[in-house]
T-cell receptor, first 117, second 111 residues
Framework: NAGVTQTPKFQVLKTGQSMTLQCAQD?????MSWYRQDPGMGLRLIHY???????DQGEVPNGYNVSRSTTEDFPLRLLSAAPSQTSVYFC????????????????FGPGTRLTVL | DAKTTQPNSMESNEEEPVHLPCNHS???????IHWYRQLPSQGPEYVIH???SNVNNRMASLAIAEDRKSSTLILHRATLRDAAVYYC????????????FGTGTRLTIIP
């Protein structure tokens, strides 16, 4: 299994440009999510999905869109990049509570380091 | 969401045990205690979780206080590879998958 993969690893954008961060998992996980991590901070939840066709907002959703058309993929779109979106972005997946009693571990990708000039 | 409190940083000598504390005085009866760690320039990785009883796995042990208001992650024999930021996170049983990360404890291992 490749686990959770993210592309690209690094990206530089100019203010106002749009782009899509890709996330894919091959573990057949229902739950997927996107976090951002600013320097010296913990991770903050942007958007999450509990299954194909279902998405919801996290703590910091403004400026980002997501969709979940397949179980495997969960892309994150920046509509009009701003310098405040300079951060490291992590995608995560997990089987979800319904898979077995109690919470299950989540698996994180290696991250995408985004700089907006 | 119930909040956790951890020291900002800790140091430990290589090959010695490390005890990482976490306070969660407002924990509810349905909250699981999770620990994740983040190695430099990597995404977080799961370490261990528990509800009431102490737990052991190949990576670490989790000791949970009887009143559940605090817990301790124990690394039995720290190696340089254990240098990371360790996050203590509460997750409720109501089906909420969301992980709320604080700033964690930065563990430095001294060779």
């Amino acid at each position: 299994n490749a686990g959770v993969t993210q592309t690209p690893k690094f990206q530089v954008l100019k203010t106002g440009q749009s782009m899509t961060l890709q996330c894919a998992q091959d573990m057949n996980h229902e739950y997927m999510s996107w976090y951002r991590q600013d320097p010296g901070m913990g991770l903050r939840l942007i958007h999450y999905s509990v299954g194909a066709g279902i998405t919801d907002q996290g703590e910091v959703p403004n400026g980002y869109n997501v969709s979940r058309s397949t179980t495997e993929d969960f892309p994150l779109r920046l509509l009009s990049a701003a310098p405040s979106q300079t951060s490291v972005y992590f995608c995560a997946s997990g089987r979800g509570f319904t898979a077995s009693p109690g919470p299950n571990e989540q698996f994180f990708g290696p991250g995408t380091r985004l700089t907006v000039l | 969401d119930a909040k956790t409190t951890q020291p900002n940083s800790m140091e430990s000598n290589e090959e010695e045990p490390v005890h990482l504390p976490c306070n969660h005085s407002t924990i509810s009866g349905t909250d699981y205690i999770h620990w994740y760690r983040q190695l430099p320039s990597q995404g977080p990785e799961y370490v261990i979780h528990g509800l009431t009883s102490n737990v052991n796995n190949r990576m670490a042990s989790l000791a949970i206080a009887e009143d559940r208001k605090s817990s301790t992650l124990i690394l039995h024999r720290a190696t340089l590879r254990d240098a990371a930021v360790y996050y203590c996170i509460l997750r409720d049983l109501a089906g909420n998958e969301k992980l709320t990360f604080g700033t964690g404890t930065r563990l430095t291992i001294i060779p």
